[in-house]
T-cell receptor, first 115, second 111 residues
Framework: NAGVTQTPKFQVLKTGQSMTLQCAQD?????MYWYRQDPGMGLRLIYY???????DKGEVPNGYNVSRLNKREFSLRLESAAPSQTSVYFCASKRGRSYLSPEQYFGPGTRLTVT | QKEVEQDPGPLSVPEGAIVSLNCTYSNSAFQYFMWYRQYSRKGPELLMY????GNKEDGRFTAQVDKSSKYISLFIRDSQPSDSATYLC???????????FGTGTSLTVIP
């Protein structure tokens, strides 16, 4: 039982390049999330998927797209990377609505630098 | 105004001290209140959560929620060097799927 896994762990991009961050969970959770974490800003929600087949914008969605490929996998794509997207990206999953269980399980993070 | 405010610290205490960590919030719809611990270069992990008001205790950790003041606290008794980490508060509404995090408080427990 690996929990939430993320690939890659580290990435350096040049401005304008694109890339996809991958996330998978093996806990049969319905909801999945993408956050970015910046110094002094805390965790900010980029996109989330309440259930397979649905995605919604969070607090900071500009410059990102997501795909809920199936129940296990939720990917985050940067179409044209900018230095402002330098951050640590975390994927998380949750069983379902908060009244079922509010606990989110986080992956180990992807450290992205855009030069 | 941010949904959740948290003093970033840093906080430095001697081993064995009682630590108090706090967050305030503005959205009265929040019903779930969570505390996460994040070690350096790792993902956050849930310490404990509380639904609505009241206290919850788990070992050396106690979470308190005062909805009338929109104020939540985490107390750590007999703090240990292994408690050195960043502590994040998080909140969500009853039926919501979105979580709102504080910026985190960095804690160092000195042996």
């Amino acid at each position: 039982n690996a929990g939430v896994t993320q690939t890659p762990k580290f990435q350096v991009l040049k401005t304008g390049q694109s890339m996809t961050l991958q996330c998978a969970q093996d806990m049969n959770h319905n909801s999945m999330y993408w956050y970015r974490q910046d110094p002094g800003m805390g965790l900010r929600l980029i996109y989330y998927s309440a259930s397979e087949g649905t995605t919604d914008k969070g607090e900071v969605p500009n410059g990102y797209n997501v795909s809920r490929l199936n129940k296990r996998e939720f990917s985050l794509r940067l179409e044209s990377a900018a230095p402002s997207q330098t951050s640590v990206y975390f994927c998380a999953s949750k069983r379902g609505r908060s009244y079922l269980s509010p606990e989110q399980y986080f992956g180990p993070g992807t450290r992205l630098t855009v030069t | 105004q941010k949904e959740v405010e948290q003093d970033p610290g840093p906080l430095s205490v001697p081993e064995g001290a009682i630590v108090s960590l706090n967050c305030t919030y503005s959205n009265s719809a929040f019903q779930y209140f969570m505390w996460y611990r994040q070690y350096s270069r790792k993902g956050p992990e849930l310490l404990m959560y509380t639904y609505s008001s009241g206290n919850k205790e788990d070992g050396r950790f106690t979470a308190q929620v005062d909805k009338s003041s929109k104020y939540i606290s985490l107390f750590i008794r007999d703090s240990q060097p292994s408690d050195s980490a960043t502590y994040l508060c998080a909140m969500s509404a009853n039926t919501g799927n979105q979580f709102y995090f504080g910026t985190g408080t960095s804690l160092t427990v000195i042996p």
